[in-house]
């Protein structure tokens, strides 16, 4: 007989055992693991509380991790025997190992990134609904500027923050140039929100609290990586220094940042955030765009290919260490779908850790995750990034995207990603790629046309 939840197998027991000395000897790794789990991790800081679904048994369970209040990422494989469960994000290399007793998981989650590895306790418990009471909740959605005592390590003076509300239960993000970092959702409690976040990587929390003079103020945890990248794992400095990933550590500090209407900040004199399509520029315009990389198999493929020529051409620079172009590729999926009978081609200039490129596990994880039919090359390691794309001016974000017109000029730089954490600013990047990839799809067609159409020497 399957026992459909905790409950019924609650009651099965007491029907089986017959009493309460007898259930507590019960082994509770026989009982289904399926449905929603109350999870968090820990490491140096405040517990990051996150949604844990599981579903299904044997070769069909799956673990769902969630993007505030949204379904976002899945695990690649998952495996629970003997009270042990194993989950795994290959295309992130993240995995949760923990084991069942008295009802709750407990174990570890192990996270990598370039240069680090960080590990987190783990645990988690059956969700239960708990009604909260009303409280007097200040109204804070909306969009805000952080403006920052020193600039970011990629030149950034100021920071986006995104918050929606639906009373007392808050999302935010904190959008920089190179994208956002998820949605931290939570609930408002003694005068303040505690937002968290965990969707497979990226895991941290944020802390909310509305001032009296309209601003707010706002702490962003994470200590582990904060700990990392501050110098106490060398590899770790060594990568931030050369290939600065998640902006710059100020942004995990825990440190105090003010929260500004727009306009307010505007009255104040405090600079905006940088601008997404003028960060990165090219050294020329009249230059042709060009690489030469291999792809999965060791193939070197140009942008002389037959497959580029007289296309409008997307290339991303790109990794898949980096949350953001996880974030990005869905909607790549999307256009190559819709324009590549049109003319459009996309190509990820992958930049992968050392210790990655032998046998591209993730990067081929990653491929099949997402459904990636568009061309994949593997560039280099991220510090070779500006030594491999030297056309590009001031470089820095992961990832970029390179519009490339049908006769090889680069037509514009999009520095980072803003996911659907970002609300209307992702609604906004959909709207501008959508519109600049038909304009140059249009302008190309239109000059192939006239092209045929005028008589050639000789002909009247």
């Known amino acids: 007989m399957r026992i459909l939840n905790r409950s019924t197998g609650l009651a099965f027991v007491l029907a089986t055992f017959g009493s309460s000395a007898m259930v507590a000897q019960f082994n509770t790794a026989a009982l289904p693991i399926d449905g929603r789990w109350d999870a968090s991790l820990t490491n140096n800081g405040p517990a990051v509380p996150f949604r844990l679904d599981i579903a299904g048994s044997g070769p069909t369970l799956k673990g769902t991790f969630y993007d505030g209040s949204k379904p976002y990422e899945e695990t690649t494989s998952a495996s629970y025997r003997d009270g042990v469960l194993v989950l795994k994000s290959e295309h992130y290399l993240t995995t949760i190992t923990a084991t069942l007793k008295n009802g709750a998981f407990t174990g570890d989650v192990a996270l990598r990134g370039p240069g680090y590895r960080l590990n987190y306790g783990f645990e988690a418990t059956r969700h239960v609904d708990v009604s909260e009471k009303s409280v007097n909740v200040p109204s804070i959605a909306g969009t805000w500027e952080l403006p920052l005592d020193s600039p970011s390590a990629k030149g950034e003076k100021s920071f986006h923050l995104v918050v929606r509300q639906n009373g007392a239960d808050a999302e935010a993000s904190i959008l920089r140039i190179d994208g956002d970092n998820g949605a931290y959702s939570g609930t408002y409690k003694d005068g303040k929100w505690i937002l968290s976040h965990f969707d497979g990587s990226r895991p941290g929390v944020i802390e909310i609290a509305a001032r009296r003079d309209g601003t707010l103020e706002v702490v962003q945890h994470n200590e582990a990586l904060k700990k990392a990248l501050a110098g106490e794992n060398p590899e ?149 990034m500006w030594e491999k794309v030297p056309q590009a001016v001031n470089l820095n974000t992961w990832p970029a995207t390179i519009f490339v017109g049908r006769d090889g000029l680069v037509k514009g730089v999009h520095s980072g990603f803003a996911s659907q954490a970002s609300g209307e600013f992702n609604s906004q990047l959909q709207q501008e790629f959508t519109a600049k990839i038909e304009k140059l799809l249009a302008e190309n067609a239109a000059a192939q046309t006239a092209s045929v159409a005028e008589p050639t020497l000789g002909q009247k």
Do not use: M
Request: aromatic share 12%.
């Open 236 to 384: 770790a400095k060594a990568a931030e220094d050369k290939a600065p990933q998640y902006g710059s550590t100020e942004a995990y500090a825990g440190d105090k940042l003010i929260a500004y209407r727009p306009d307010v900040a505007r009255a104040k004199g405090f600079p905006e955030p940088d601008n997404f399509d003028t960060h990165t520029t090219v050294r020329s315009a009249s230059e042709k765009f060009s690489f030469n990389f291999p792809d999965e198999n060791g193939k070197l493929v140009s942008s002389d290919d037959p497959r580029f020529k007289g296309k409008v051409v997307l290339a991303i620079v790109t990794g898949t260490w980096c949350p953001n172009c996880h974030d990005e590729a869905r909607f790549l999926v999307e256009l190559d779908k819709k324009y590549r009978d049109k003319g459009l081609a996309i190509v990820a200039l992958d930049f992968e850790e050392p210790e990655e490129q032998d046998k591209l596990a993730r990067e081929r994880a990653f491929i099949k995750e997402y459904g990636v039919k568009y061309t994949y090359l593997t560039a280099g390691a991220p510090s070779e």
